[in-house]
């Protein structure tokens, strides 16, 4: 009896692993060489934005505004990156300060505008590669690690110079192809849950997922970088979709890779019109 139960459960187990990677190819070959040339087909907007923001404070009861009322966690990242901007480091004896002014101001309301397509890298430029990029070509200086403390602390400082400036990203001539990529990507299943972004933001927004509020992709990119609870630090957006990544039993990718600058601009491009807020405040 006993060796027939371990023939029985050993047979079950790989009938089950086989139903799931009939059903995960399923899934990829619906989606396969889908692009929105070919017809992504995408969702309706499950709920308006001011509908969200009523249901997060029914949640939540606005716990986010009043600790933040205390002081965003946050803001001493932002104090660390505006010291490292006036930090002179490199062989060319620079610091962003020499090139954009002592507090930044010729950088104002740029980030606002990124991420964007950039014809020198033939792809899609994000606040924290350029800084990366100056860094290297114009100070002589080391690249940051994504998402060390000192990048991320920089990456606050130089977008908090757009606070208060209408998003405003182009995905018009050759910024289009990477647009399209990244929504490819937002609408792609993947993982061994076989879920997409926009199944959780689009399809099923407003709605709970265990003790959290599924966001609608509105508003996902104008408060990046920001303090999240769940981390207990401040993070990126890439952080963020890494983050989705793993839920979804999915493999992560690198921090900044073209797939992740292509979903930030898809991202971004939701949010146009509404004013960079950074740091942000999460659960």
Not at 21 to 44: M, T
Not at 158 to 173: C, F, H, W, Y
Not at 204 to 224: E, F, P, Q, V
Request: proline share 5%; net charge positive; hydrophobic share 35%.
């Amino acid at each position: 009896m006993r060796r027939f139960f371990h023939f029985f459960f050993k047979d079950y187990l790989i009938l089950t692993f086989a139903i799931g990677l009939l059903v995960a190819g399923a899934g990829r070959s619906a989606f396969a060489g889908a692009g929105p040339a070919s017809g992504i087909k995408e969702y309706k907007q499950n709920i308006s934005t001011a509908e969200y923001e009523k249901r997060y404070n029914a949640v939540y009861g606005k716990f986010t505004e009043q600790m933040a009322e205390q002081g965003n966690p946050a803001g001493f990242v932002l104090d660390d990156g505006r010291d490292l901007f006036k930090k002179v480091e490199g062989s060319a004896g620079k610091s962003c300060a020499s090139c954009h002014g002592e507090n930044g101001e010729k950088l104002e309301g740029v980030a606002a505008a990124y991420p964007k397509y950039d014809p020198a890298i033939k792809g899609i430029n994000t606040v924290a590669l350029q800084i990366n990029r100056c860094r290297k070509d114009h100070m002589g200086a080391p690249e940051l690690k994504y998402e060390s403390y000192n990048q991320v602390a920089l990456e606050l400082y130089v977008k908090s110079l757009s606070n208060g400036v209408p998003i405003n990203v182009s995905i018009d001539g050759p910024a289009r192809p990477f647009y399209e990529a990244g929504e490819a990507y937002y609408y792609k299943r993947q993982g061994q849950l076989n879920m997409s972004c926009a199944i959780c933001h689009v399809k099923y927004a407003g709605h709970m997922i265990r003790a959290n509020l599924l966001s609608n992709n509105r508003h996902h990119a104008d408060h990046w970088p920001g303090y999240r609870l769940k981390w207990g630090k401040t993070g990126s957006l890439q952080k963020r979709f890494r983050g989705c990544n793993k839920k979804v039993r999915a493999k992560p990718l690198p921090f900044q890779c073209e797939t992740y600058r292509d979903l930030e601009l898809y991202l971004t491009y939701q949010a146009n019109g509404l004013p960079v807020e950074v740091p942000g405040f999460r659960m």
